[in-house]
C-alpha cells in the first residue's frame, strides 16, 4: 500500500475493501482457536460470509471462534485461505480460497478497481454495510458478520453485497434496515480554514521522515509520504518537514521504486517512478540527482517507443513478473513529472488522452482484469472514473502550458464530465464502492477544477472538504486530532462521538484522506507545485537567466535613443532556447502566447505598420512558422495567418527566398535555412528541396555558408553560425522519415568538414569580437545536428558562465541575453533536429574524423575544457573579417539591427516608430 495512485486505497483512503494487512501478533500470543464451517451458533465468534460471485461456487459461510482482533483475523481464523499482493502482502485481499485464479489476475500491486474483494459487515439481524474502515482499523463486534463479496464491472449503486442475509438461524431478532442519516454537515464557519492545520496534523505523524503504513510505522509507506510532501508544499506549511520528508525519500529512493525483496537490481515500477520524478520537482530537488538517481531519465527509460504500435508513450514497469500493471494514476505522474522537468513526449501524453472515453470521463486502467484496448472507447466494460480524471486532467492542463498537441482539448472535455459528477454539497464521489462522495475524490476533483479555471466548483469542493474535517470545537472526543479530515460523513460522526481511532489501519484511513482532500483547500494544482523546473545545473540556471530578462514574462525588449522596443527576433530565439533545452515550460507558454498574437506577427513577419501594404519578410516568416511547427502547435494558424503559405509566396524559382518590402530585399541564408526547417516540418518537401539546392549553391569555396547570399563570383569563405544553421536544414527531413538527394548530401558532408576545420582546439568558433559564444552556440547545433555529441564545444561554452546564470559574447564580457538564448540548445545537447517527437529529424549521421588533433601551436588559445575530446585538424583556418561593432546575431551587425513593428513602450504610452528593418531572422 503505497500512494495516491494506488487507486482501491490511495485514491480513497477510506475504503476498506484492500486494507487487510493485520499487525503481527505479540509472541505470547495463544493461537487461535481453528474455524469450523456455518454460522457461529451463539454471539461468541465473528461469522465470516465469502460470495465469489461471478467467480463461481457457492457462497461460503464459516465461523471465526471468540473474540476477533480485526477483520482479517476473523477472515483467517474462520478457516479461509487467504492470499495477498506480492509487493504488498495482505494490505491488499487479491485471492480467498484461490479465487481469481492466476490466469486472470497476477496479484503483483493492487487488484483493479473493476474486480476486487469488497469488504462488508453487518450486526445480527441488521444490514450489510460497505466497510469505510479497513480490515486492519475495525474489531468486528462479537455475534456480528463480516462479509467479503467479489465485485466485477460494477458502479457504486451496483457494487454487491453477500447474497447471504446476516441472520443468524437461531436469532429472533428481526431485521431492521438502518435509518436514513438525517445529520446535517457542520457550517463551514464552524470549521478550520483547513489547510495548514491540516498539514501541520499530517506532519506530527512522521517518524524519521516517513508516514506510517497501514500498519504502522514498523513499515513506513512511501507513496503516502509523497503525497503528504504535496499537501505541505502546496500549503507552504512547515519546511522543516518537508526537508525531512525530501531527505528520507532520497535515502529509499531505490527500495521506493524498485522491489527491495525481489533480488532483481533492475526491476522499476512506473508507477512509483513516476510519482517520485514529480516529489522531487515539488520539493525543489534536481530530478536528475534524486538520491544519486536520475529520476527523469529512469521514467524516461520505462516509456514504451513506436514499436509497441497503439501502446507506444505508455509507462511500464520493468522487469516485473508476470506482466506491467500500471495505469492512469502512473501515466498522469509521467506527464506530469517530465513536464516539469524538460519536457515530455508527445507520444506520453497521447496515450493519456488515448484513455479519455467518449463522455469525457477517463479509465483507470488498460491492463487489469478484462480491459482491452490502448484507448477508452475500444473498451467496452471501460467504467469511467472520477479520481482518474482528476489526475488525466491535472496532468493534461500541465503538458499543454509546456506546448503538447492535443492536451487542451482533452482537459477541457474531462473538467467538463468531471463538474457534471459534483453534487449539490460540493462532493465528487469515485467509482465502484466508493462512488458516494467522499473527499479522497474530492480533493482531487477539486484540485482539477481549481487548475481548469472553474472556480465556482472547486470553491464548493473545499467547502465539502472543510465540513469533514477536525477542529477543537467539532472535534467532541476526537478534538485533540484537530486538523484531520475525514473519508465521509460516517467516519467524521463516529470520531466525534467515540474518539479518534487507536488502531494503525483505522488511522491510515484519515492520514490518507487528510493528504488527498488537502489538495482542494490549497488550490494549488499538481503541475504547479514547488518551483517551476529546479535550477540542476548550469542549463537550468542558463534557463532561469532568460526568463528573468523577459518583460511582463513573455517578450524582450531592446532600448535605443532612450526609447524601449520590442524585439520580437529575440524573443522567438529565448522561446527557442526553453523549447529545444525543454526548461521554464510555463514561461514557454507565455512567450508563445505573446507572439501567437495577431499583432505581434504582423510587426515581425509583415513590418506593420511601417512598411508598404503587402509587405513580407521571409526570415522572420520562416523562423517564427519553424518555432510554432517544433512546439506542436499550427504554423497555418499563427496569430490567425498562416505562415506556411506566406512563407510559400516568397520562394522565388531560383528556390531562394526574398522579402517584399519598401525597403529592399534583406534575406539571407538564416532565413533561408529556417525556411528550409519549417517547410520540411509540415512535409512539403518538394519547395523544401528546391530552397535546400539553392542554399547549397550559395556555399564558399571552402564549403562554409556565407550571411548573405554571395555575388555571381562567389565567396572565399563563411561563417561558423551559419554554416551550423545551414547545416541542420541539409540534414532536415520530416519525423516519418525521407532521404537526402545525392548531391545534398554531399553537400552536408563538405560543409561538415568545413566547419569542423574551423574549430579551434578548446572546441570554440571564430566570430565577432573573437571566439564568440554565437558562433559556437549556432556550430554546435550543427554538429549536433548531423549526430556528433560536439561535448568539448558545449563544454566550452558553459565554462564561460556567469554568476547571474548568463553567457557572455566573447570570454570575460557579461552575460548577454541573445548570446544565452542561442548558446541554451547547445549546451542541453540539442539542435532543430533532435526535439523529442519533433517534426523534424536528422537524415545522415556525419561523424567526426577520428585522426588525432594535432599538437597545439603557439599561438594558439589554451584550451577552456580541462578535457578536451578527440578534435580535427583545424589546419591554416581562414578567419573571416568582422567590424569591431558587429554582433553575431544570425549574422546581423549593430548599426544594421532595426526593431521592425517594434512597440515603443515609455512615458506612459505606447507609440510604434520605424527604424531601419534587421537583417537577420
Same mark, same amino acid.
Given at each position: 500500500?503505497?500512494?495516491?495512485?494506488?487507486?482501491?486505497?490511495?485514491?480513497?483512503?477510506?475504503?476498506?475493501?484492500?486494507?487487510?494487512?493485520?499487525?503481527?501478533?505479540?509472541?505470547?500470543?495463544?493461537?487461535?482457536?481453528?474455524?469450523?464451517?456455518?454460522?457461529?451458533?451463539?454471539?461468541?465468534?465473528?461469522?465470516?460470509?465469502?460470495?465469489?460471485?461471478?467467480?463461481?461456487?457457492?457462497?461460503?459461510?464459516?465461523?471465526?471462534?471468540?473474540?476477533?482482533?480485526?477483520?482479517?483475523?476473523?477472515?483467517?481464523?474462520?478457516?479461509?485461505?487467504?492470499?495477498?499482493?506480492?509487493?504488498?502482502?495482505?494490505?491488499?485481499?487479491?485471492?480467498?480460497?484461490?479465487?481469481?485464479?492466476?490466469?486472470?489476475?497476477?496479484?503483483?500491486?493492487?487488484?483493479?478497481?473493476?474486480?476486487?474483494?469488497?469488504?462488508?459487515?453487518?450486526?445480527?439481524?441488521?444490514?450489510?454495510?460497505?466497510?469505510?474502515?479497513?480490515?486492519?482499523?475495525?474489531?468486528?463486534?462479537?455475534?456480528?458478520?463480516?462479509?467479503?463479496?467479489?465485485?466485477?464491472?460494477?458502479?457504486?449503486?451496483?457494487?454487491?453485497?453477500?447474497?447471504?442475509?446476516?441472520?443468524?438461524?437461531?436469532?429472533?431478532?428481526?431485521?431492521?434496515?438502518?435509518?436514513?442519516?438525517?445529520?446535517?454537515?457542520?457550517?463551514?464557519?464552524?470549521?478550520?480554514?483547513?489547510?495548514?492545520?491540516?498539514?501541520?496534523?499530517?506532519?506530527?505523524?512522521?517518524?524519521?521522515?516517513?508516514?506510517?503504513?497501514?500498519?504502522?510505522?514498523?513499515?513506513?509507506?512511501?507513496?503516502?509520504?509523497?503525497?503528504? &510532501?504535496?499537501?505541505?508544499?502546496?500549503?507552504?506549511?512547515?519546511?522543516?518537514?518537508?526537508?525531512?520528508?525530501?531527505?528520507?525519500?532520497?535515502?529509499?529512493? &531505490?527500495?521506493?521504486?524498485?522491489?527491495?525483496?525481489?533480488?532483481?537490481?533492475?526491476?522499476?515500477?512506473?508507477?512509483?517512478?513516476?510519482?517520485?520524478?514529480?516529489?522531487?520537482?515539488?520539493?525543489?530537488?534536481?530530478?536528475?540527482?534524486?538520491?544519486?538517481?536520475?529520476?527523469?531519465?529512469?521514467?524516461?527509460?520505462?516509456?514504451?517507443?513506436?514499436?509497441?504500435?497503439?501502446?507506444?508513450?505508455?509507462?511500464?514497469?520493468?522487469?516485473?513478473?508476470?506482466?506491467?500493471?500500471?495505469?492512469?494514476?502512473?501515466?498522469?505522474?509521467?506527464?506530469?513529472?517530465?513536464?516539469?522537468?524538460?519536457?515530455?513526449?508527445?507520444?506520453?501524453?497521447?496515450?493519456?488522452?488515448?484513455?479519455?472515453?467518449?463522455?469525457?470521463?477517463?479509465?483507470?486502467?488498460?491492463?487489469?482484469?478484462?480491459?482491452?484496448?490502448?484507448?477508452?472507447?475500444?473498451?467496452?466494460?471501460?467504467?469511467?472514473?472520477?479520481?482518474?480524471?482528476?489526475?488525466?486532467?491535472?496532468?493534461?492542463?500541465?503538458?499543454?502550458?509546456?506546448?503538447?498537441?492535443?492536451?487542451?482539448?482533452?482537459?477541457?472535455?474531462?473538467?467538463?464530465?468531471?463538474?457534471?459528477?459534483?453534487?449539490?454539497?460540493?462532493?465528487?464521489?469515485?467509482?465502484?464502492?466508493?462512488?458516494?462522495?467522499?473527499?479522497?475524490?474530492?480533493? &482531487?476533483?477539486?484540485?482539477?477544477?481549481?487548475?481548469?479555471?472553474?472556480?465556482?466548483?472547486?470553491?464548493?469542493?473545499?467547502?465539502?472538504?472543510?465540513?469533514?474535517?477536525?477542529?477543537?470545537?467539532?472535534?467532541?472526543?476526537?478534538?485533540?486530532?484537530?486538523?484531520?479530515?475525514?473519508?465521509?460523513?460516517?467516519?467524521?460522526?463516529?470520531?466525534?462521538?467515540?474518539?479518534?481511532?487507536? &488502531?494503525?489501519?483505522?488511522?491510515?484511513?484519515?492520514?490518507?484522506?487528510?493528504?488527498?482532500?488537502?489538495?482542494?483547500?490549497?488550490?494549488?494544482?499538481?503541475?504547479?507545485?514547488?518551483?517551476?523546473?529546479?535550477?540542476?545545473?548550469?542549463?537550468?540556471?542558463?534557463?532561469?537567466?532568460?526568463?528573468?530578462?523577459?518583460?511582463?514574462?513573455?517578450?524582450?525588449?531592446?532600448?535605443?535613443?532612450?526609447?524601449?522596443?520590442v524585439d520580437y527576433g529575440q524573443t522567438a530565439d529565448v522561446a527557442y532556447g526553453l523549447l529545444l533545452s525543454g526548461r521554464q515550460p510555463s514561461s514557454l507558454t507565455k512567450v508563445l502566447a505573446f507572439l501567437d498574437?495577431?499583432?505581434?506577427?504582423?510587426?515581425?513577419?509583415?513590418?506593420?505598420?511601417?512598411?508598404?501594404?503587402?509587405?513580407?519578410?521571409?526570415?522572420?516568416?520562416?523562423?517564427?512558422?519553424?518555432?510554432?511547427?517544433?512546439?506542436?502547435?499550427?504554423?497555418?494558424?499563427?496569430?490567425?495567418?498562416?505562415?506556411?503559405?506566406?512563407?510559400?509566396?516568397?520562394?522565388?524559382?531560383?528556390?531562394?527566398?526574398?522579402?517584399?518590402?519598401?525597403?529592399?530585399?534583406?534575406?539571407?541564408?538564416?532565413?533561408?535555412?529556417?525556411?528550409?526547417?519549417?517547410?520540411?516540418?509540415?512535409?512539403?518537401?518538394?519547395?523544401?528541396?528546391?530552397?535546400?539546392?539553392?542554399?547549397?549553391?550559395?556555399?564558399?569555396?571552402?564549403?562554409?555558408?556565407?550571411?548573405?547570399?554571395?555575388?555571381?563570383?562567389?565567396c572565399a569563405t563563411g561563417t561558423a553560425d551559419a554554416t551550423g544553421l545551414a547545416l541542420q536544414a541539409l540534414n532536415a527531413v520530416p519525423k516519418n522519415g525521407g532521404a537526402l538527394s545525392p548531391d545534398r548530401k554531399?553537400?552536408?558532408?563538405?560543409?561538415?568538414?568545413?566547419?569542423?576545420?574551423?574549430?579551434?582546439?578548446?572546441?570554440?568558433?571564430?566570430?565577432?569580437?573573437?571566439?564568440?559564444?554565437?558562433?559556437?552556440?549556432?556550430?554546435?547545433?550543427?554538429?549536433?545536428?548531423?549526430?556528433?555529441?560536439?561535448?568539448?564545444?558545449?563544454?566550452?561554452?558553459?565554462?564561460?558562465?556567469?554568476?547571474?546564470?548568463?553567457?557572455?559574447?566573447?570570454?570575460?564580457?557579461?552575460?548577454?541575453?541573445?548570446?544565452?538564448?542561442?548558446?541554451?540548445?547547445?549546451?542541453?545537447?540539442?539542435?532543430?533536429?533532435?526535439?523529442?517527437?519533433?517534426?523534424?529529424?536528422?537524415?545522415?549521421?556525419?561523424?567526426?574524423?577520428?585522426?588525432?588533433?594535432?599538437?597545439?601551436?603557439?599561438n594558439d588559445p589554451p584550451p577552456n575544457d580541462p578535457n578536451p575530446g578527440p578534435g580535427t585538424d583545424p589546419g591554416p583556418a581562414p578567419q573571416p573579417q568582422y567590424r569591431p561593432a558587429a554582433l553575431a546575431r544570425?549574422?546581423?551587425?549593430?548599426?544594421?539591427?532595426?526593431?521592425?513593428?517594434?512597440?515603443?513602450?515609455?512615458?506612459?504610452?505606447?507609440?510604434?516608430?520605424?527604424?531601419?528593418?534587421?537583417?537577420?531572422?
Amino acid at each position: 500500500m503505497n500512494q495516491i495512485w494506488r487507486r482501491a486505497l490511495s485514491a480513497f483512503a477510506g475504503a476498506a475493501l484492500l486494507l487487510s494487512m493485520a499487525a503481527p501478533l505479540a509472541a505470547a500470543a495463544p493461537a487461535p482457536i481453528p474455524g469450523s464451517p456455518g454460522y457461529c451458533p451463539d454471539g461468541n465468534g465473528v461469522t465470516v460470509v465469502v460470495d465469489f460471485q461471478e467467480l463461481g461456487g457457492a457462497t461460503e459461510i464459516r465461523c471465526a471462534p471468540g473474540d476477533q482482533a480485526s477483520g482479517l483475523t476473523a477472515l483467517e481464523n474462520s478457516g479461509f485461505v487467504v492470499e495477498g499482493t506480492r509487493r504488498w502482502g495482505k494490505a491488499f485481499i487479491c485471492r480467498i480460497q484461490g479465487k481469481p485464479g492466476v490466469d486472470t489476475e497476477a496479484c503483483i500491486n493492487t487488484p483493479p478497481a473493476n474486480a476486487y474483494w469488497s469488504y462488508w459487515h453487518a450486526p445480527n439481524g441488521g444490514s450489510w454495510a460497505y466497510s469505510t474502515s479497513g480490515v486492519t482499523g475495525r474489531k468486528p463486534p462479537l455475534g456480528s458478520f463480516e462479509g467479503w463479496s467479489f465485485s466485477k464491472d460494477k458502479t457504486g449503486s451496483t457494487n454487491p453485497p453477500p447474497r447471504v442475509a446476516p441472520v443468524r438461524p437461531a436469532a429472533t431478532a428481526p431485521r431492521t434496515e438502518p435509518k436514513p442519516d438525517t445529520r446535517s454537515a457542520p457550517k463551514t464557519d464552524d470549521v478550520a480554514a483547513g489547510g495548514p492545520e491540516a498539514s501541520r496534523w499530517l506532519a506530527g505523524f512522521l517518524k524519521d521522515g516517513l508516514l506510517p503504513g497501514v500498519i504502522g510505522p514498523e513499515m513506513p509507506d512511501h507513496g503516502l509520504t509523497l503525497d503528504a &510532501l504535496f499537501a505541505l508544499v502546496a500549503t507552504k506549511t512547515d519546511p522543516a518537514a518537508q526537508q525531512r520528508m525530501t531527505g528520507a525519500l532520497e535515502r529509499s529512493v &531505490l527500495d521506493y521504486i524498485g522491489n527491495p525483496w525481489g533480488g532483481n537490481p533492475n526491476e522499476r515500477q512506473g508507477d512509483q517512478t513516476a510519482k517520485a520524478l514529480l516529489g522531487a520537482v515539488a520539493a525543489g530537488v534536481d530530478p536528475t540527482d534524486f538520491g544519486g538517481v536520475d529520476l527523469r531519465q529512469e521514467t524516461l527509460n520505462l516509456i514504451a517507443g513506436a514499436d509497441a504500435g497503439a501502446f507506444a508513450g505508455e509507462l511500464r514497469d520493468r522487469d516485473v513478473q508476470p506482466k506491467s500493471e500500471t495505469n492512469l494514476f502512473g501515466q498522469s505522474f509521467a506527464v506530469l513529472g517530465l513536464a516539469r522537468s524538460g519536457g515530455v513526449p508527445q507520444p506520453v501524453v497521447d496515450f493519456l488522452v488515448k484513455q479519455q472515453c467518449a463522455a469525457g470521463g477517463f479509465r483507470l486502467s488498460w491492463t487489469s482484469f478484462g480491459a482491452t484496448g490502448a484507448r477508452c472507447d475500444e473498451d467496452p466494460k471501460a467504467v469511467l472514473d472520477p479520481d482518474s480524471t482528476g489526475m488525466a486532467v491535472q496532468a493534461l492542463l500541465t503538458a499543454a502550458r509546456s506546448g503538447s498537441t492535443g492536451a487542451a482539448d482533452a482537459a477541457t472535455k474531462g473538467l467538463n464530465w468531471l463538474e457534471s459528477k459534483q453534487d449539490e454539497a460540493g462532493g465528487i464521489g469515485g467509482s465502484g464502492p466508493t462512488a458516494p462522495s467522499n473527499t479522497n475524490s474530492t480533493g &482531487l476533483g477539486g484540485q482539477a477544477l481549481a487548475a481548469g479555471g472553474r472556480t465556482k466548483a472547486a470553491e464548493r469542493a473545499a467547502e465539502f472538504v472543510r465540513s469533514h474535517q477536525l477542529t477543537k470545537d467539532n472535534g467532541g472526543k476526537a478534538g485533540a486530532q484537530a486538523g484531520g479530515i475525514a473519508w465521509n460523513r460516517a467516519q467524521f460522526e463516529e470520531a466525534v462521538k467515540d474518539g479518534f481511532p487507536e &488502531l494503525p489501519g483505522a488511522q491510515d484511513s484519515w492520514r490518507r484522506a487528510t493528504a488527498q482532500a488537502l489538495l482542494t483547500l490549497a488550490g494549488v494544482p499538481l503541475g504547479e507545485l514547488g518551483p517551476e523546473v529546479p535550477d540542476a545545473g548550469p542549463n537550468g540556471k542558463l534557463a532561469k537567466y532568460l526568463t528573468g530578462k523577459l518583460v511582463n514574462g513573455d517578450h524582450v525588449e531592446v532600448t535605443a535613443g532612450g526609447q524601449s522596443f520590442v524585439d520580437y527576433g529575440q524573443t522567438a530565439d529565448v522561446a527557442y532556447g526553453l523549447l529545444l533545452s525543454g526548461r521554464q515550460p510555463s514561461s514557454l507558454t507565455k512567450v508563445l502566447a505573446f507572439l501567437d498574437k495577431k499583432d505581434s506577427v504582423e510587426a515581425y513577419t509583415q513590418g506593420k505598420p511601417f512598411d508598404k501594404p503587402g509587405a513580407r519578410y521571409a526570415g522572420a516568416t520562416a523562423k517564427l512558422a519553424f518555432l510554432f511547427t517544433l512546439a506542436g502547435k499550427n504554423p497555418r494558424a499563427v496569430g490567425g495567418i498562416d505562415l506556411i503559405d506566406q512563407l510559400s509566396g516568397l520562394l522565388g524559382d531560383n528556390g531562394r527566398f526574398a522579402d517584399i518590402s519598401e525597403f529592399g530585399n534583406n534575406a539571407n541564408t538564416f532565413g533561408q535555412s529556417f525556411g528550409i526547417l519549417a517547410l520540411t516540418a509540415v512535409g512539403d518537401t518538394t519547395r523544401a528541396d528546391k530552397a535546400a539546392t539553392a542554399l547549397a549553391a550559395a556555399r564558399c569555396k571552402d564549403a562554409t555558408v556565407p550571411v548573405g547570399f554571395p555575388a555571381a563570383e562567389g565567396c572565399a569563405t563563411g561563417t561558423a553560425d551559419a554554416t551550423g544553421l545551414a547545416l541542420q536544414a541539409l540534414n532536415a527531413v520530416p519525423k516519418n522519415g525521407g532521404a537526402l538527394s545525392p548531391d545534398r548530401k554531399t553537400a552536408l558532408t563538405e560543409s561538415v568538414r568545413a566547419l569542423e576545420k574551423l574549430r579551434q582546439g578548446n572546441g570554440s568558433w571564430i566570430g565577432p569580437g573573437g571566439e564568440n559564444v554565437n558562433s559556437t552556440a549556432y556550430a554546435t547545433m550543427g554538429l549536433l545536428g548531423v549526430r556528433q555529441d560536439a561535448k568539448d564545444s558545449r563544454a566550452w561554452l558553459l565554462s564561460l558562465q556567469r554568476q547571474d546564470g548568463g553567457l557572455p559574447l566573447n570570454p570575460g564580457a557579461e552575460s548577454n541575453l541573445l548570446a544565452s538564448a542561442q548558446a541554451l540548445p547547445a549546451t542541453a545537447g540539442k539542435s532543430f533536429l533532435s526535439k523529442d517527437n519533433g517534426p523534424v529529424k536528422p537524415a545522415e549521421r556525419v561523424a567526426r574524423p577520428a585522426d588525432p588533433k594535432p599538437e597545439p601551436k603557439p599561438n594558439d588559445p589554451p584550451p577552456n575544457d580541462p578535457n578536451p575530446g578527440p578534435g580535427t585538424d583545424p589546419g591554416p583556418a581562414p578567419q573571416p573579417q568582422y567590424r569591431p561593432a558587429a554582433l553575431a546575431r544570425t549574422g546581423a551587425e549593430v548599426s544594421e539591427t532595426l526593431l521592425a513593428g517594434a512597440l515603443l513602450l515609455g512615458a506612459g504610452a505606447a507609440m510604434v516608430v520605424l527604424t531601419r528593418r534587421r537583417r537577420a531572422a
